[in-house]
């Protein structure tokens, strides 16, 4: 892990992350693009019927053919492409997308998210670095790297939404790399479950990394709190 705009924390198959906006906050999605944002677009499709498939990532044919039926479905033109209109029609806040104004108008009084084991987006977006950060750790080792996602949530330092922290710029290597799209064992879900409980292996730790791996000297000169695995907790 480097200074926050270059974390590299990972095991084996660690990987980190770029900042992508929600759909909401994007102009237009169309065939070929790769992001956070296609993530989104996909889940929320999904969420209204139109998309059976795992979500990747990739605006490819599948997704094309989705917006398509949509846009049919509720009187737009039906071109295939997620604009902002179709975008719109997708439910904007009500379905979950958060636009970019009303998440930097949150107040940092309010910081303590209420994020809960049940909360199915919010398991999901762990399970996912979970899966392709720590994957080859520990049961314990993968809820430690959970455990640092909600620390950042709360800590005032970071974004105050998990999706937030997750796709700052540089923190994360699992998204640049494409490995957060990959779809979490159940070790994964279980392990973000664990962490949305309230389970810190990490005692409060913000930063991890692996000291086999790791080139930042800045990562390397913080006191370590506790190791877990080939990760060692810092803050």
């Known amino acids: 892990m480097k200074k926050l705009p270059a974390f590299i924390a990972s095991c084996a198959c660690a990987v980190g992350i770029t900042l992508m906006a929600s759909p909401a906050d994007a102009a237009v999605l169309t065939q070929g693009m790769r992001s956070g944002d296609v993530v989104q677009l996909q889940r929320q499709l999904a ?5 059976h ?6 605006y490819g044919s599948i997704t094309t053919s989705a917006v398509k039926q949509f846009q049919r479905a509720h009187g737009l033109s039906a071109d295939g492409v997620a604009g902002p209109a179709t975008l719109s029609k997708l439910g904007g806040k009500r379905s979950g997308i958060v636009t970019a104004s009303a998440r930097v108008s949150s107040s940092s009084s309010n910081r303590v998210a209420s994020y809960h084991a049940n909360d199915k987006e919010a398991v999901d977006i762990l399970a996912h670095v979970i899966y392709g950060e720590a994957r080859g750790e520990s049961f314990r080792g993968q809820v430690a790297v959970g455990a640092v996602v909600l620390n950042r949530v709360q800590s005032g330092q970071f974004p105050n939404t998990i999706w937030e922290v997750v796709m700052q710029p540089g ?5 640049a790399d494409g ?8 070790s994964a879900y279980n ?3 664990q962490a949305l409980r309230g389970v810190d292996p990490t005692n409060g730790s913000l930063y991890y990394y692996n000291p086999r791996i790791a080139t930042s000297q800045w990562s390397m000169r913080r006191p370590a709190v506790i190791t877990v695995g080939q990760h060692i907790f810092t803050n």
């Open 191 to 193: 392990a973000a479950r």
């Open 47 to 51: 969420q209204h019927g139109f998309f």
């Open 179 to 186: 490995q957060y799209y990959l779809k979490p064992n159940q």
């Open 53 to 58: 498939a795992n979500t990747t990532g990739y």
């Open 171 to 175: 923190q994360f290597t699992a998204v």
